[in-house]
C-alpha cells in the first residue's frame, strides 16, 4: 500500500504540518496514534545517511548525529517552556515518561490523582497513593486537591512533612474535556506539594508552557504529536531525577565502572535515564515537530479544530441512537476527541462495520481508563434512562489533517445504523 500526502484542505496549511495518510481511508483515531507529520519525515529522511552513534564516536558522521540529538533536546524543551536548570530525559513514551518519574520518587513521597486517569497516570504510583473520585466538574477538581493536600500536612505532623506529587491529566484521553491544570498547580504550591501533567492528549491541540503553568514535571507521547518514531520525553526538576537510582542501567548513564561489583558512580543530568544507544531518530522527528508547531498560528489551528470538534458533538447530538459520554459538562473545554456509545450495537462490533463499508478507523473499548469509562458509560445510561447502551464506548478524535468532510462521513454512517 502505497503511503502519500492527504489533500490540503486539512486543519493545517500546506507545508511542514502536512499528515501522511492513505487515500480513501479516514483516520479519526489520533488520539491512540496521530499520523506522521511530513516535518517528522522530512527530518528522519535527512539525517538517515548520516546516522551513526551518539555520544560514542569521533567521526564525522557520529559528531553530526550527537549534536542533532542534543540540539532536539533544547528544541523540545523550549517548545514545552521548560525552565534552564530542568532537565530534558527522552523517553519512548508518556507511559515510560512517567514510570521513570514513579521511579524517581523520594523515599516516604505520596501521590494524589484522580480516578479519571489513563492508565499510565494511575498504575505506576506506589502503594499508599491517593486516588480522588472523579469530580464533576473543573471547581471540584480543584476543591477536592486542595482538601486532599490539606489533610495529608496534618497528618504528617510538625516536622515530618514528606514529599507530595499531584499526577493529573492536562486534557482526558476519553472525553477530551481539559482539566485546570494552572489551578492546581496553584493548590499543590500552596500545600507545598509538586505536580506532575500528563500532556499526550494536550500538547498535539494546545500550547503547554511548564513556567506558565508552574507545574514541575510534564510527560509527551511522539506518536500522539505527529512524530511516530518512538519516542518521548519527561521534562522537569533536576533534583529528584539526579538523587535517583538510574531508571536503566548501562552505558551513558554511568561517570565510572570500576572492577569491584558495584563500584559505580552514575552521572547525573539526562543521560542518568538514558542508558544505552538512544532513539536518535524519534528525539528529531519529535523536535522537527515542535519547530514546526511552534512557527505556525496556533490559535488559527485551535479555532478549526474547534468548529470540526463542535460540528461532529452537534452531530452525534442530534442523533436519537447515539449518546456522547462527559464527565464535566456539555460546555467544559476539551480537545478533538469524542466519546459515544451507539445504542443496541456492541462498540467493536460498530468499529468494525464503520471500517468494513465507510473506511472510517474509530477506536472502541475503554482506552486504557477502565474506571473512568465504565463510570461514564453508567452515568450515561442513568442520564438517558436507556437500558441498552453496551459495556464499550465507541473513540473518534481529530487533529491536523481532519476535515469537515471526514466528519460528515462518520455521522451520516452513524446515522444509517438507526
Given at each position: 500500500?502505497?503511503?502519500?500526502?492527504?489533500?490540503?484542505?486539512?486543519?493545517?496549511?500546506?507545508?511542514?504540518?502536512?499528515?501522511?495518510?492513505?487515500?480513501?481511508?479516514?483516520?479519526?483515531?489520533?488520539?491512540?496514534?496521530?499520523?506522521?507529520?511530513?516535518?517528522?519525515?522530512?527530518?528522519?529522511?535527512?539525517?538517515?545517511?548520516?546516522?551513526?552513534?551518539?555520544?560514542?564516536?569521533?567521526?564525522?558522521?557520529?559528531?553530526?548525529?550527537?549534536?542533532?540529538?542534543?540540539?532536539?533536546?533544547?528544541?523540545?524543551?523550549?517548545?514545552?517552556?521548560?525552565?534552564?536548570?530542568?532537565h530534558v530525559?527522552?523517553?519512548?513514551?508518556?507511559?515510560?515518561?512517567?514510570?521513570?518519574?514513579?521511579?524517581?520518587?523520594?523515599?516516604?513521597?505520596?501521590?494524589?490523582?484522580?480516578?479519571?486517569?489513563?492508565?499510565?497516570?494511575?498504575?505506576?504510583?506506589?502503594?499508599?497513593?491517593?486516588?480522588?473520585?472523579?469530580?464533576?466538574?473543573?471547581?471540584?477538581?480543584?476543591?477536592?486537591?486542595?482538601?486532599?493536600?490539606?489533610?495529608?500536612?496534618?497528618?504528617?505532623?510538625?516536622?515530618r512533612e514528606?514529599?507530595?506529587?499531584?499526577?493529573?491529566?492536562?486534557?482526558?484521553?476519553?472525553?477530551?474535556?481539559?482539566?485546570?491544570?494552572?489551578?492546581?498547580?496553584?493548590?499543590?504550591?500552596?500545600?507545598?506539594?509538586?505536580?506532575?501533567?500528563?500532556?499526550?492528549?494536550?500538547?498535539?491541540?494546545?500550547?503547554?508552557?511548564?513556567?506558565?503553568?508552574?507545574?514541575?514535571?510534564?510527560?509527551?507521547?511522539?506518536?500522539?504529536?505527529?512524530?511516530?518514531?518512538?519516542?518521548?520525553?519527561?521534562?522537569?526538576?533536576?533534583?529528584?531525577?539526579?538523587?535517583?537510582?538510574?531508571?536503566?542501567?548501562?552505558?551513558?548513564?554511568?561517570?565510572?565502572?570500576?572492577?569491584?561489583?558495584?563500584?559505580?558512580?552514575?552521572?547525573?543530568?539526562?543521560?542518568?535515564?538514558?542508558?544505552?544507544?538512544?532513539?536518535?531518530?524519534?528525539?528529531?522527528?519529535?523536535?522537527?515537530?515542535?519547530?514546526?508547531?511552534?512557527?505556525?498560528?496556533?490559535?488559527?489551528?485551535?479555532?478549526?479544530?474547534?468548529?470540526?470538534?463542535?460540528?461532529?458533538?452537534?452531530?452525534?447530538?442530534?442523533?436519537?441512537?447515539?449518546?456522547?459520554?462527559?464527565?464535566?459538562?456539555?460546555?467544559?473545554?476539551?480537545?478533538?476527541?469524542?466519546?459515544?456509545?451507539?445504542?443496541?450495537?456492541?462498540?467493536?462490533?460498530?468499529?468494525?462495520?464503520?471500517?468494513?463499508?465507510?473506511?472510517?478507523?474509530?477506536?472502541?473499548?475503554?482506552?486504557?481508563?477502565?474506571?473512568?469509562?465504565?463510570?461514564?458509560?453508567a452515568e450515561?445510561?442513568?442520564?438517558?434512562?436507556?437500558?441498552?447502551?453496551?459495556?464499550?464506548?465507541?473513540?473518534?478524535?481529530?487533529?491536523?489533517?481532519?476535515?469537515?468532510?471526514?466528519?460528515?462521513?462518520?455521522?451520516?454512517?452513524?446515522?444509517?445504523?438507526?
Amino acid at each position: 500500500m502505497t503511503l502519500t500526502l492527504t489533500p490540503p484542505t486539512t486543519l493545517a496549511p500546506a507545508g511542514p504540518l502536512d499528515v501522511l495518510g492513505v487515500p480513501g481511508q479516514i483516520n479519526l483515531d489520533y488520539a491512540a496514534s496521530a499520523p506522521c507529520a511530513r516535518a517528522a519525515a522530512d527530518a528522519v529522511a535527512a539525517l538517515l545517511p548520516w546516522y551513526a552513534s551518539v555520544h560514542r564516536g569521533a567521526g564525522a558522521l557520529s559528531r553530526r548525529c550527537t549534536l542533532a540529538y542534543e540540539r532536539a533536546r533544547q528544541t523540545v524543551g523550549d517548545f514545552l517552556g521548560t525552565r534552564p536548570d530542568d532537565h530534558v530525559v527522552f523517553t519512548r513514551n508518556t507511559t515510560d515518561a512517567l514510570n521513570l518519574l514513579a521511579r524517581a520518587l523520594p523515599a516516604g513521597a505520596t501521590v494524589v490523582t484522580f480516578g479519571g486517569e489513563h492508565h499510565a497516570n494511575l498504575l505506576p504510583w506506589p502503594r499508599g497513593s491517593v486516588r480522588l473520585p472523579v469530580p464533576a466538574d473543573a471547581a471540584g477538581a480543584v476543591r477536592a486537591l486542595d482538601a486532599a493536600l490539606g489533610e495529608l500536612r496534618r497528618g504528617n505532623g510538625p516536622g515530618r512533612e514528606l514529599p507530595v506529587l499531584v499526577a493529573v491529566t492536562g486534557a482526558s484521553n476519553v472525553t477530551g474535556e481539559r482539566w485546570p491544570v494552572a489551578e492546581l498547580a496553584r493548590v499543590a504550591r500552596r500545600h507545598r506539594a509538586r505536580i506532575a501533567v500528563d500532556a499526550a492528549q494536550l500538547a498535539p491541540h494546545a500550547p503547554v508552557d511548564v513556567r506558565a503553568l508552574d507545574i514541575d514535571y510534564l510527560a509527551v507521547s511522539g506518536h500522539k504529536l505527529y512524530a511516530p518514531f518512538g519516542a518521548g520525553v519527561l521534562v522537569g526538576r533536576a533534583d529528584w531525577l539526579d538523587a535517583a537510582p538510574p531508571y536503566l542501567a548501562g552505558g551513558g548513564a554511568t561517570s565510572h565502572v570500576g572492577a569491584a561489583t558495584h563500584d559505580v558512580r552514575w552521572t547525573t543530568g539526562p543521560a542518568r535515564h538514558e542508558a544505552g544507544t538512544p532513539n536518535l531518530l524519534g528525539a528529531v522527528a519529535l523536535a522537527a515537530v515542535c519547530d514546526a508547531l511552534a512557527a505556525a498560528d496556533r490559535g488559527a489551528l485551535h479555532d478549526a479544530e474547534q468548529a470540526l470538534l463542535a460540528r461532529l458533538r452537534d452531530g452525534i447530538g442530534a442523533l436519537p441512537h447515539v449518546v456522547e459520554l462527559r464527565t464535566f459538562g456539555p460546555d467544559a473545554p476539551r480537545v478533538g476527541i469524542v466519546s459515544f456509545v451507539v445504542a443496541g450495537r456492541e462498540s467493536d462490533e460498530v468499529a468494525a462495520h464503520l471500517a468494513r463499508h465507510h473506511d472510517i478507523g474509530v477506536r472502541d473499548g475503554l482506552f486504557c481508563a477502565h474506571p473512568l469509562a465504565r463510570r461514564l458509560l453508567a452515568e450515561a445510561a442513568a442520564r438517558t434512562g436507556r437500558r441498552d447502551l453496551p459495556p464499550t464506548a465507541l473513540r473518534a478524535s481529530i487533529g491536523l489533517g481532519s476535515t469537515a468532510q471526514h466528519v460528515d462521513r462518520l455521522l451520516a454512517a452513524l446515522a444509517a445504523l438507526a
